[in-house]
């Protein structure tokens, strides 16, 4: 036996199981028996039988009576001749043999897994699609850790996104969302690091979130690498599977190997597609920049043509529209805010439905212009007209083919130019307000020099002054309340002052003003009323679009007696003030007709005492003087006689009817009810006041 045990020593075996069979031929003749240790703590039978209890080999002694342990092998004897060091030498051969074998299959194992990586790296890196290279690495992925499920997350803020998958049986599955610590893929997440599990569904390490999921693909055992770009993690490489099996540290090297060619070939793909989206823009900017030229250069004529139209004296709209529609080869029209066409070419054109389309979309336009369609017929492009924050209308162009950049272009410029047109035209309508503004307060308030020349300048713009007119006089109560109010913005005084302004310009029934200016927070006007009532009518008319206009606004007005020459225009101004003063005060009264006695206590000149006397006794005078009338004598009788009419007939020998009568006709030419106290008391100091002045006159006193 110890020489055939000698001549196998001396040969060199790569096959552990052929050199275990080899020694375990030579020990059965001999009846000796042949032990290797196991995977775990305990040992093996590979010869022979088992004599003796193998927990005695663990040790140094007590050694059996023949044979020897060496290395990972146990030869025993019963034989106590036995060479001991023979025994040794073949268990250290046995050993060292099977190191080799093993070596050799760690070489084989590196070999393969250095090709598949190489094969992978080649077909990885020449893809250039991100979605091509995540299903290649998915598939071989998952062929090379020998798994049944494979995916690939990629981050996205602060959560992982299932990117590909390969071998699932729900959709479920390749739309998985998972933030930190959520899963096996969220732990790598969460910590950075490799993460396995040998049992998903009993592991407690694992959050519970998916694991209805893991039940319906069956999923028994988990492997999840880090997909790492520096320190930066980019996403998870996973791995499945669905049998009860245990990921060795082999696996994990081989996915890890995976992963950093994974992120690689990501990060590739990524660039990739950044560079290839960056060409695409600049090859779309250089288009885009190349269409614009063109588009300038067959637009300059146009707008010269247009800027030459506005600088010109001529119909402005028409030719714009003219000129726009030999441009684009289509219908143009002009419309104007209300929705009414101004100009139009070919001039046989239907704008019915251009108009409705305009008027339609009118208040959703804003800044910007739109492409719409009528219910039938052609598109209409629409372009809004705008000055500051004024809109003015649009120009349409309708046609097949308006919708494009030459279009919007070109109509963008004609807007421009009406746009400008209508800047002229306010500008020249500021002009003549400013100068309309200052003819009337030289009428109103200015030197006897500047009153003739306001005269003057009031002709030559075509304002005619002839006729009875009244002063108007208003002050806005509330302006700064309201002007601070949010909603008003920045200029709300302003455009509160032009509301009122607008308000009085408006009002057309019974009378439209002459003249209307503003200063401050005061408008004053020039109203061409004779009568009391339809005086009256118009501060209601002006009053109630004021409520509509700006609801908010607060304001008094004062309206003079009428005046029939330009020159007593400063007193009927003073009567104005005089009548505002009192509205501010007693918050109704606004016609200086209706003042009464209030007017002597407000009014600072003589011509507000005579003017009240005159306005109560003038008519009646003026009556007896030409009727050979006694109403003067009349209505004195009636206030001695304490009102009664029954009394004052006696007084003046008279019958009660023809005092009646009387009485009625002072109503009828003086506008006094004698049966109100307050036309009474007017009256009565009229005459008393006219008694005073006669009696002063006698005298040659001043009063």
């Known amino acids: 036996m110890i020489g055939r045990l000698d001549e196998l020593l001396a040969a060199v075996m790569t096959d552990i199981a052929a050199a275990e069979s080899a020694v375990a031929r030579i020990l059965a003749d001999a009846g000796a028996h042949l032990l290797a240790r196991a995977a775990g703590s305990g040992w093996e039978v590979v010869s022979g039988d088992l004599p003796i209890d193998p927990t005695v080999l663990d040790g140094a002694e007590p050694w059996p009576d023949g044979g020897a342990v060496a290395g990972r092998y146990a030869l ?59 299903l290649t690495i998915t598939t071989e992925t998952l062929r090379m850790s020998e798994s049944d499920i494979c995916g690939v997350f990629l981050r996205e803020g602060d959560e992982l996104r299932m990117k590909s998958c390969v071998g699932h049986r729900l959709v479920e599955t390749s739309r998985l969302r998972m933030s930190r610590g959520q899963g096996v893929a969220g732990k790598v997440f969460d910590t950075g690091r490799t993460e396995k599990v040998d049992s ?25 690498v880090p997909l790492l770009l520096g320190d930066d993690l980019v996403g998870v490489l996973e791995v499945w599977r669905r049998r009860v099996s245990n990921f060795t540290d082999r696996d994990v090297r081989r996915l890890e190997a995976l992963a950093d060619l994974a992120t690689i070939a990501i990060d590739n793909a990524r660039l990739y597609d950044s560079q290839r989206s960056a060409l695409a823009d600049l090859e779309a900017t250089h288009r885009r920049l190349e269409d614009q030229v063109a588009l300038l250069d067959t637009t300059a004529q146009l707008q010269k043509s247009l800027i030459d139209i506005v600088l010109d004296n001529g119909p402005v709209l028409a030719r714009v529209t003219r000129t726009l529609a030999e441009h684009l080869g289509c219908t143009v029209a002009v419309v104007t805010a209300d929705g009414s066409v101004d100009a139009v070419f070919p001039r046989d054109a239907h704008t019915a439905g251009i108009a409705e389309v305009f008027v339609s979309r009118r208040d959703g336009l804003g800044k910007h212009h739109g492409v719409m369609r009528p219910g039938t017929g052609d598109a209409v492009w629409v372009h809004p007209i705008e000055l500051g924050n004024d809109q003015f209308g649009a120009v349409c162009a309708q046609g097949v083919d308006v919708d494009t950049r030459r279009t919007r272009v070109a109509c963008a410029q004609a807007a421009l130019a009406c746009a400008l ?40 713009m075509g304002v005619w002054l002839r006729g009875w007119h009244r002063v108007l006089y208003g002050s806005i109560e509330n302006l700064d309340a309201v002007a601070h109010q949010e909603e008003w913005g920045v200029t709300a005084a302003d455009r509160v002052r032009r509301s009122v302004l607008d308000a009085v310009r408006a009002v057309i029934s019974p009378a439209q003003a002459t003249l209307v200016s503003g200063r401050g927070n005061w408008v004053v006007a020039l109203v061409p009323l004779r009568d009391r009532d339809r005086s009256r009518e118009y501060l209601r008319e002006i009053n109630t679009a004021l409520a509509a206009d700006v609801p908010e606004i607060t304001v008094a007005w004062g309206l003079s007696t009428e005046r029939e020459h330009p020159g007593q225009y400063p007193e009927a101004f003073a009567e104005a003030r005089t009548a505002l ?52 004598k009349t209505l004195r009788a009636y206030f001695d006689s304490n009102c009664s009419q029954k009394d004052a007939a006696e007084l003046l020998y008279i019958h009660h009817k023809t005092l009646a009568y009387r009485l009625d006709r002072i109503r009828k030419l003086t506008g006094l009810d004698l049966s109100r106290h307050s036309d009474r008391m007017r009256a009565d100091l009229a005459l008393r006041l006219l008694e005073v002045s006669e009696q002063a006159d006698r005298s040659g006193l001043d009063v």
Request: proline share 2%; net charge negative; charged share 25%.
């Open 76 to 134: 025993l004897t019963d034989d106590p001749a036995a060479d001991r060091a023979v025994a040794a030498r073949v268990c250290v051969w046995l050993t060292l043999t099977r190191s080799l074998a093993a070596a050799r299959a760690d070489v084989r194992d590196y070999q393969d897994e250095t090709a598949v990586v190489g094969s992978l790296a080649k077909q990885v890196l020449s893809v250039s699609d991100l979605d091509q290279v995540l």
């Open 200 to 224: 998903y569904l009993q592991d407690s390490r694992i959050s519970r979130d998916f694991m209805a999921l893991a039940e319906s693909e069956e999923t028994r055992s988990a492997l999840a």
């Open 421 to 460: 047109f209508h800047l002229q035209q306010r500008a020249a309508s500021v002009a003549r307000a400013e100068a309309l503004d200052q003819i009337l307060w030289d009428l109103l308030d200015g030197s006897p020099e500047h009153r003739s020349a306001a005269r003057g300048r009031a002709q030559q």
């Open 581 to 632: 003063a009192a509205a501010r005060r007693l918050g109704s009264v606004s016609l200086y007709d209706d003042l009464g006695i209030v007017r002597l206590l407000l009014g600072h000149e003589d011509a507000d005492f005579r003017s009240f006397v005159r306005e109560i006794t003038g008519p009646l005078q003026e009556y007896d003087d030409t009727n050979d009338g006694a109403l003067m």
